[in-house]
């Protein structure tokens, strides 16, 4: 069965940083390119990065270019997301999902960015 | 921002055939796959069609979807209150994966 499990959201002042996590079973980890895709309180969707295979070549929505940096670990199954200089429109739930279809998404971890 | 255009909202009665339009462009649904997400209130979004108009292991047919040049549709037929969700198109434009703005199915 295929897993997704987000953690390493929370509360964070902006200017500061968060980094999450994205725990991956189920299915050959490094096979597969992967996405976080987030939302915000009561919006819709939104793209925010991907990562191939090997973490030759990322791509970032527009907003979060050079403040965010997505990798991964393949040794170790897991996404990563390097969240720095937070805003409060950064504030969302965080998905991870398993790319090109994102077929699999993981529960969600809670981004709050608020003094 | 959302690329692709979607009705805020649809309704229909049990039973009934509701459609979903999604408008684009041809660097997104012109020229690449579409696929719908269903999200439940609550819960994380759910692949619901890929590939224009393929379903996933175990969504039912009721669920069916479309593309035409540079838009696509995704119709509920024989609507039930369990469908009562969030519905988004997406597309790949390039290196980017935009979503829809959101449909709500509201069922009456």
């Known amino acids: 069965e295929v897993q997704l499990v987000e953690s390493g959201g929370g509360l964070v002042q902006p200017g500061g940083s968060l980094r999450l996590s994205c725990a991956a079973s189920?299915?050959?980890?490094?096979?597969?390119?992967m996405s976080w895709v987030r939302q915000a309180p009561g919006k819709g969707l939104e793209w925010v990065a991907n990562?191939?295979?090997?973490?030759?070549?990322?791509y970032y929505v527009d907003s979060v270019k050079g403040r965010f940096t997505i990798s991964r670990d393949n040794a170790k199954n897991s996404l990563y997301l390097q969240m720095n200089s937070l805003r409060a429109e950064d504030t969302a739930v965080y998905y991870c999902?398993?790319?090109?279809?994102?077929?699999?998404w993981g529960q969600g971890t809670l981004v709050t960015v608020s003094s | 921002q959302s690329v692709l255009t979607q009705p805020p909202s649809a309704s229909g009665t049990p039973g009934q055939r509701v459609t979903i339009s999604c408008s684009g462009s041809?660097?997104?649904?012109?020229?690449?796959?579409v696929y719908w997400y269903q999200q439940l209130p609550g819960t994380a979004p759910k692949l619901l069609i890929y590939r224009n108009n393929q379903r996933p292991s175990g969504v039912p047919d009721r669920f069916s979807g479309s593309k035409s040049g540079t838009s696509a549709s995704l119709a509920i037929s024989g609507l039930r209150s369990e469908d009562e969700a969030d519905y988004y198109c997406a597309a790949w434009d390039d290196s980017r994966y935009v979503f829809g703005t959101g449909t709500k199915v509201t069922v009456l």
């Open positions: 999902a398993r790319a090109y279809s994102n077929d699999y």
């Open positions: 189920g299915f050959t980890f490094s096979s597969y390119w």
């Open positions: 990562i191939k295979q090997d973490g030759s070549e990322k």
């Open positions: 041809s660097s997104n649904i012109g020229s690449n796959y």
